[in-house]
């Protein structure tokens, strides 16, 4: 499940959506209102439940080896994923949509590298929602690792010493650090 050219995608429990209206969302960093969507890259950042915490990590072109194979491991791809055991039941479960919609109205969002894409005006869908279907398959046809922890904070603390890519989403829903 990724944008076509020409599109990003938007990732929703809600498949009634007509209309994006800007808005600041409850986890914001920023003050400015937002429609919030993902290139084909950062697409698979968002197949699972909506508040589900989970950490990332994925090999760029700056990976050394010993790091490449301290957190993917061996046979391990190019990423990893993690979630939580306590999440693993709405992983399977969920029915997860995505909404295509036209690239030209956004923008890229974040330093150094994006992200996100982001619009500052009112956002119609290309289409109908679309259901993403099992992200569990999704992952595998993608090559992506998926783990199952205890707590994720242990995987975080390390992937962020490293010369991987990495990014964490929602981890404020996840177990305390310990």
Known sequence: MRPRPGQVLHFSEDPTIARF???VAASARQPEAYVWAVNAERAPDYWFPRDCPRAMA???TSTTDA???RVLGPGG????HAIEYGWLKAFQTVELFAYRLPAAVFEPFGTPVPHAHVATRPVRPLG???PVGDLL??????G????VLNNLWPFWDAVTTTSLGFSAIRMRNGRPRP
Do not use: F, N, S
């Open 137 to 142: 398959r999704l992952h595998e046809e993608a």
């Open 67 to 69: 790091d490449r194979e």
């Open 77 to 80: 791809g190019d990423r990893v």
């Open 58 to 60: 994925w090999a760029t």
């Open 128 to 130: 109908p929602a679309e």
């Open 144 to 147: 992506i690792q998926l783990r």
């Open 21 to 23: 209206v800007p808005h």
